[in-house]
Nanobody
């Protein structure tokens, strides 16, 4: 059974930075695509960033040039570095591990951007 555990969520002021971590279990971490999604109150969950098994990345337009996704397969870990945070980045952030038909999710970590 795959388990994903997120950490790093916090309350920061606008313009601040955070780094989220997601540690995964299992021996096949490297072959999965890894992603971060977020869900703000009253809104649908949205894809924030994705890093493929080959290392290629994609970002939502709203976070391009501010967020960076990275992974270390030897540590079964994926990170999301978030810079220049804005109030609209406030959400629960979820780690996602996917390789169809397999799709795993973490429990989420809260990020709040407020002055």
């Amino acid at each position: 059974q795959v388990r994903l555990v997120e950490s790093g969520g916090d309350t920061v002021q606008p313009g601040g930075s955070l780094r989220l971590s997601c540690a995964g279990s299992g021996s096949l971490f490297a072959i999965y695509n890894m992603a971060w999604h977020r869900q703000a109150p009253g809104k649908e969950r949205e894809l924030v960033a994705l890093i493929s098994s080959d290392g290629s990345t994609n970002y939502a337009d709203s976070v391009k040039d501010r967020f960076t996704i990275s992974r270390d397969n030897a540590k079964n870990t994926v990170w999301l570095l978030m810079n220049n945070l804005k109030p609209e980045d406030t959400a629960v952030y979820y780690c996602n591990m996917v390789r169809r038909p397999y799709d795993y999710w973490g429990q989420g970590t809260q990020v709040t951007v407020s002055s």
